[in-house]
C-alpha cells in the first residue's frame, strides 16, 4: 500500500511528505501540483452527489501524471490544462469522499452593507471632533456648504482611485494599491512621492491621537481625583450654571461683557497653594501627561506584529455610536441657540460666511480622506458591480455623520451667555471635567486610542522600513529609532502646541494635495489621452481639482 502510493518517478529533491503534498496548501495549481485519489461521491452543496464522467476522467489524468513524478520534480508535472479550476478543485480522501475547495477570495467576499459600514467605520476617526470648530470658523451656513461640496468632490476624487488600477490594460492589476498605480504611470518618482505624502497623513494621525490621548487622559484623571476629594471646580471654570454646564475654557477677556469673569477665570486657573497644588504640579496637561504616555506606549511601537491590538477596532464604532447618543442628549438638554448674522460679528454670535473657511476644509479633506485603502477595501465587496453605488453610500453616511455631530454642537452652544467664538478644536474641552457622559466618552476614546496608535505605528513602520530597507522589521534598533521619533513629535505637540484642529487640517491639506487631488487627476487625464477620449472640459475641470488643492495647502498658512 506505501509503494502503491509513492511516484514511479521521484525526484532526489523531493523532500515533501505525502501528508504535506496532499495539503490544502499544496492547492496552488502552478507552484505544487494536487495530489488525487479515486473518488466515490463529492460531498458538495448536495450531500452524497455522484462524479461525473467528465470529473472522473480529469481525476484519472491528474492521478496519473501525480504517479509519474515527485511534485518537486517539474519535468513530468501535469500540464495546465489538466489542472482543475480552482472553483473544481476538491480534497479527496481515502474513504472515497471529496470535499470541495472555496477560494480564499470566495471566503473573505462581505456583502454590500458590511463594506459600506466597513468604509463608515475607516473614515470615522478624530476628525469629528473637530467638526464644529471647523463649521465655527467658517460659519454657519458656508459650512455646511463647505461640508457638502468637499465631500462631494473627495467622493469624486476617491471613484477615479478606485477605477484606476483597471483602465490599465496591458499589467495584472488584480493585487495593485494606488502607489502601485502611481508607479505605473510617474515611475521611482510617483511611487515614493506617494509613500512620503501618506507617511504625512499617517504620522499626523498618530500626532493628533497623542495630543488627544494627553488630553483624554488628564481629564479622566482630573475627574477621579476630584471625585475622591470632593473637590468642585465649577467656580474655576467660565461657563454656564445649568445642569448640563457647557465651559469655556479660553474666554475671550477683550469683549465689555466678559472682562470681568474672564479675569476671575485666569486668576482661578492658575497656580496656588491649595492642597491640591502638588497633585496639579505632577498631573499637567501639558507637562507631565504627554510623558507619562511614553512609558505606557513606547514599548506597545516596537511590537513584530500588531494582530493583537486589532481585535479591538470595534471600539471604534463603539466610541462614534455613544458619541452620536451624548451629543443627541446634550442637545435636547441645551435647546437651539442660533442668530443670523450674515457678515458681521456680534458679542455672542458668528457671522454666516467668514474668510477663515479654509481651515474648515483642511479639517473635511483629512475626515473625508480613505484614497489610500479603498482599492483594499473595495476588492473584498461581493458584487463588485456595486462598487461604485456602495462607496457612494458610505460617503453619504460619513457625510450625514459630520452633519450631524457639527451642526447640533454649534446650534446648540448655549449663546449667550457664552459666545460661538468658545467653541473648541474638540468640543469634548467645552464640557466640565466633572460631566459624567462626558468622562465616559473621553474613557472609551483612550482605550481606543491606546489599542489603534500601535496598529498605526505598525503601519508607518511596514510602508517607511519595506520602502528603504526591503523588510517590515529590520531590527529592533530600526524599529525603536523610528518610534522614538514619532513619540517625541507628539510629545512635542502636545506641549506646546496641543491645537488637534489645526495639527488636522495642515496634514490633510498636505497629503490630500497629493493623493486626492493631484495624482488621481492627472492619472485620469493621462489615461483618457492615451485611449483618445481627453476633451477639453475634463482637462480644464481636473485642472482645476489640481489647483484647488493647492490653494487649499498655501491657504492653511495664512489663517
Known amino acids: 500500500m506505501e509503494n502503491d502510493c509513492r511516484p514511479l518517478l521521484s525526484s532526489e529533491q523531493a523532500g515533501e511528505s505525502f501528508s504535506h503534498r496532499g495539503s490544502t496548501d499544496s492547492l496552488d495549481s502552478r507552484a505544487k501540483r494536487p495530489f488525487y485519489v479515486e473518488p466515490r461521491n463529492i460531498v458538495d452543496d448536495e450531500p452524497q452527489e455522484r462524479v461525473s464522467a467528465e470529473a472522473a476522467i480529469l481525476n484519472s489524468r491528474v492521478h496519473y501524471y501525480s504517479r509519474l513524478t515527485g511534485s518537486s520534480d517539474r ?19 481515502p474513504l472515497g469522499t471529496a470535499f470541495k475547495v472555496s477560494g480564499k477570495d470566495h471566503l473573505t467576499k462581505n456583502p454590500s452593507i458590511i463594506t459600506i459600514f466597513a468604509i463608515w467605520n475607516t473614515m470615522m476617526g478624530t476628525s469629528i471632533l473637530s467638526i464644529p470648530w471647523g463649521i465655527k470658523q467658517a460659519g454657519f451656513t458656508l459650512g455646511i456648504l463647505i461640508l457638502i461640496f468637499t465631500g462631494l ?19 495584472d492589476t488584480s493585487d495593485w494599491e494606488f502607489p502601485d498605480v502611481c508607479r505605473y504611470y510617474f515611475g521611482k518618482f510617483g511611487q515614493w512621492s506617494s ?14 491621537y497623542w495630543v488627544l490621548m494627553s488630553n483624554f487622559l488628564y481629564n479622566t484623571g482630573q475627574f477621579i481625583y476630584n471625585y475622591a476629594h470632593n473637590v468642585n471646580i465649577s467656580d474655576s471654570e467660565f461657563g454656564t450654571n445649568d445642569t448640563d454646564r457647557v465651559i469655556c475654557p479660553h474666554p475671550n477677556t477683550d469683549t465689555e461683557e466678559n472682562r470681568t469673569i474672564g479675569t476671575h477665570y485666569i486668576r482661578a486657573s492658575g497656580n ?58 446634550k442637545a435636547f438638554r441645551l435647546g437651539l441657540h442660533l442668530e443670523f448674522h450674515w457678515f458681521d460679528s456680534t458679542n455672542f454670535y458668528v457671522p454666516e ?23 483594499t477595501l473595495m476588492k473584498n465587496n461581493k458584487h463588485q458591480e456595486n462598487n461604485v453605488r456602495d462607496l457612494s453610500v458610505a460617503y453619504l453616511l460619513v457625510g450625514l455623520t459630520y452633519l450631524y455631530v457639527g451642526v447640533l454642537i454649534f446650534a446648540t452652544f448655549p449663546s449667550p451667555p457664552l459666545s460661538k467664538d468658545c467653541i473648541e478644536p474638540n468640543f ?19 482605550f481606543q486610542m491606546i489599542t489603534v496608535y500601535p496598529l498605526l505605528g505598525y503601519l508607518v513602520r511596514v510602508q517607511m522600513m519595506g520602502q528603504i530597507f526591503g523588510q517590515h522589521y529590520p531590527s529592533f534598533f530600526h524599529v525603536l529609532t523610528l518610534n522614538i521619533l514619532i513619540v517625541g513629535a507628539g510629545v512635542l505637540m502636545a506641549k506646546f502646541y496641543p491645537n488637534i484642529g489645526s495639527i488636522i487640517r495642515f496634514s490633510g491639506a498636505t497629503c490630500g494635495l497629493a493623493l486626492v487631488f493631484v495624482f488621481p487627476s492627472l492619472i485620469h487625464m493621462i489615461s483618457l489621452r492615451r485611449q483618445g477620449a481627453l476633451g477639453w472640459p475634463s482637462a480644464v475641470f481636473h485642472s482645476f481639482l489640481i489647483l484647488l488643492g493647492m490653494t487649499n495647502l498655501v491657504a492653511q498658512f495664512f489663517m
Open 428 to 446: 469634548l474641552d467645552n464640557f466640565s471635567s466633572g460631566d459624567v457622559m462626558v468622562f465616559v466618552a473621553r474613557t472609551f476614546l483612550l
Open 272 to 329: 496656588d497653594t491649595s492642597d491640591g497644588n502638588s497633585f496639579e504640579h505632577w498631573w499637567s496637561k501639558t507637562n507631565t501627561v504627554p510623558l507619562f504616555l511614553v512609558v505606557l506606549l513606547l514599548p506597545l511601537l516596537c511590537f513584530r506584529s500588531a494582530s493583537f491590538f486589532a481585535r479591538f477596532t470595534f471600539l471604534g464604532t463603539i466610541s462614534v455610536i455613544y458619541l452620536i447618543v451624548l451629543v443627541t442628549i
Open 153 to 171: 468632490l473627495m467622493l469624486y476624487c476617491c471613484y477615479i482611485v478606485l477605477k484606476s488600477p483597471k483602465a490599465i490594460s496591458c499589467a
Open 195 to 208: 509613500l512620503v505624502f501618506s507617511m504625512v497623513s499617517l504620522v499626523g494621525a498618530m500626532v493628533v
Open 75 to 93: 519535468l513530468l508535472s501535469p500540464p495546465n490544462h489538466v489542472i482543475p479550476r480552482t472553483e473544481e478543485i476538491y480534497i479527496y480522501s
Open 353 to 375: 460666511l467668514r474668510l477663515l473657511f479654509p481651515q474648515l476644509t483642511g479639517v473635511l479633506t483629512l475626515a473625508f480622506f480613505i484614497h489610500n485603502c479603498i482599492i
